[in-house]
């Protein structure tokens, strides 16, 4: 039961250009969510988050928006830089505090 | 480095074996928390840990165990191995119970021959 779907596997973007990454949810219920970030070989880290009762998100080149009535939110990254190719995952909270991740999502930057 | 160690980074072993993974958690934090990585899957909640005690289940198989002990490091126990159980399995931790921000290990990958 994937109650947090990203629907794009991979984006490819040119360096300094922006960054879109997808993700959708149907738990009505999560109260918080996280974007990590992956790199080969490493474990997933946090990268930003946003709380439910917000619809935007903002540090520095990473910016999360929400939309509950959609149940979708997005991570844009501007500008993309090389460094920023890894794999992205979208996490949601529940109110058991159980986060709910999706596939990933692998965004290569290209020079 | 994270300050959550995992081990061992690659493990091979047949179906039918017994494997254990070990996680030491972040210097001070309480809770751990294990997940599976299969092939293009997200990560899969399997069981989290605070303190000692047992505090949620995910979609853990019967065949697969977990424990924290005093010194809060925890062990994962899969038995009884699949094909279908070959994965990345990452351990995670937090300092407080209910903490939405984990910290990730950098897995431990389970072949099963």
């Known amino acids: 039961d994937q109650q947090v779907k990203q629907n794009s596997p991979s984006l490819s973007v040119q360096e300094g250009r922006i960054s879109i990454l997808n993700c959708d949810y149907t738990n009505s219920m999560f109260d918080y969510f996280l974007w990590y970030k992956k790199y080969p070989a490493e474990g997933p880290t946090f990268l930003i988050s946003?709380?439910?009762?917000?619809d935007k998100n903002e540090d520095g080149r990473f910016t999360v928006f929400l939309n509950k009535s959609a149940k979708h939110l997005s991570l844009h990254i501007v500008p993309s830089q090389p460094g920023d190719s890894a794999v992205y995952f979208c996490?949601?909270?529940?109110?058991?505090?159980?986060?709910?991740f999706g596939a990933g999502t692998t965004v290569t930057v290209r020079a | 480095d994270s300050g959550v160690t995992q081990t061992p980074k690659h493990l091979i072993t047949a179906t039918g074996q017994r494997v254990t993974l070990r996680c030491s958690p972040r210097?001070?934090?309480?809770?751990v928390y294990w997940y599976q990585q299969s092939l293009d899957q997200g990560l899969q909640f399997l069981i989290h840990?605070?303190?000692?005690?047992?505090?949620a289940k995910g979609n853990i198989l019967e065949r697969f165990s977990a424990q924290q002990f005093p010194d809060l490091h925890s062990e994962l126990n899969l038995s009884s191995l699949e094909l279908g159980d070959s994965a990345l399995y990452f351990c995670a931790s937090s300092v407080q119970y209910g903490a939405n921000v984990l910290t990730f290990g950098a897995g431990s990958r389970l072949t099963v021959l």
């Open positions: 840990y605070y303190n000692g005690e047992e505090r």
């Open positions: 996490a949601a909270e529940s109110n058991d505090y159980k986060l709910s």
């Open positions: 946003i709380s439910s009762i917000k």
């Open positions: 210097s001070g934090d309480l809770s």
